[in-house]
């Protein structure tokens, strides 16, 4: 009955760390802006086209796209194509 209770109060403690552990990664990620979330991820699979190449609706169509091609979250592609619409000259 002790080993259970141990190995219970173990797998808690485990557990919260980890999620304590992701809230900080969340929290790092709300810091970055949509130009660096930009930088960091378009540039490490090709070269990265201008704001002005595409149009606004072309950007979220992109952006939907690349989320998943990516492994971008929602929030990632949000800020991405935000930074975009605003650099955007179109």
Not at 11 to 38: D, F, H, M, R
Not at 56 to 77: C, K, P, Q, S, V
């Amino acid at each position: 009955m002790k080993r259970e209770t141990i190995l219970f109060c173990i797998s808690t403690l485990l557990v919260s760390a980890i999620l304590l552990n992701s809230c900080s990664t969340s929290e790092k990620l709300s810091e970055k802006s949509g130009v660096q979330l930009w930088g960091e991820n378009c540039s490490r699979c090709h070269s990265v086209p201008p704001p002005s190449a595409y149009s606004d609706y072309g950007w979220e169509i992109i952006g939907t796209h690349m989320r998943i091609r990516a492994n971008l979250t929602y929030y990632e592609e949000t800020k991405i194509v935000e930074f975009l619409k605003t650099a955007n000259e179109n």
